[in-house]
């Protein structure tokens, strides 16, 4: 069966620490991926999504990267960790043609002190 | 640009009693609809979706969806309500115009149901 494993599930960092948040997916391949943000417990905002192994499209501008190493890995980082990145940050997979949605993971609460 | 509308930020409902979660939906073309919940300090958990056939779609956890497509709606619904029901819930259309499987969300409504 397919999962998707998203960890940690809490973070508290500090003012310009860095980042990085993982996801994994298993018992697909070649999935999309995608990094959303939620914020204040309301809208989710598109970050960044992936149609393969180092396609990376963003969908805002702002402090965040991600990457995808591997054909299931999908990572959020940052260098330097702004206060205005704190959120709940929530990793999704799909596979075409997408009739069935996305799946996520559990999500990331990331808290920036 | 498809999109989705959920008019209400919040619902409240006593227990045994009918919901109504409204959905709107704005796409060119047929449009892919989808409901999903969130309990707190989780991730999103898929209840149904409509991509064609029978205007009522059911879904999980007694939960199901009417798709009108003369109202432009897709409202969620279940018969009588449990208290295990209070949660976020986010309506969501699938955007056929671009390359990926972009979903795009409502802004969700917030569900309680009192006991």
């Known amino acids: 069966s397919q999962t998707i494993h998203q960890w940690p599930a809490t973070l508290v960092q500090p003012v310009g620490s860095p980042l990085s948040l993982e996801c994994t997916v298993e018992?697909?391949?070649?999935?999309?991926l995608y990094w959303y943000r939620q914020a204040a417990g309301r809208g989710l905002q598109l970050l960044f999504y992936?149609?393969?192994?180092?396609?990376i499209s963003s969908e805002v501008p702002q402090n965040l990267s991600a990457s995808r190493p591997q054909d299931r890995q999908f990572i959020l980082s940052s260098k330097k960790l702004l206060l205005s990145d704190s959120g709940f940050y929530l990793c999704?997979?799909?596979?075409?043609?997408?009739?069935?949605?996305?799946?996520f993971g559990s999500g990331t609460r990331l808290t920036v002190v | 640009a498809q999109s989705v509308a959920q008019p209400e930020d919040q619902v409240n409902v006593a227990e045994g009693n009918p919901l109504t979660v409204k959905c709107t939906y704005s796409v060119s073309g047929n449009p892919y609809l989808f409901w999903y919940v969130q309990y707190p300090n989780r991730g999103l958990q898929f209840l149904l979706k409509?991509?064609?056939?029978?205007?009522l779609v059911k879904g999980s956890y007694g939960f199901e969806a009417e798709f009108n497509k003369s109202q432009t709606s897709f409202h969620l619904k279940k018969p009588s309500a449990l208290v295990s029901d209070s949660a976020l819930y986010f309506c969501a259309v699938r955007d056929l115009n671009t390359g990926f499987q972009k979903l795009v969300f409502g802004t969700g409504t917030r569900l309680l149901v009192s006991p």
């Open positions: 409509y991509i064609t056939g029978d205007n």
């Open positions: 992936s149609v393969g192994i180092g396609q």
């Open positions: 999704a997979w799909s596979t075409p043609p997408a009739n069935y949605g996305y799946t």
């Open positions: 018992g697909t391949s070649n999935p999309n």
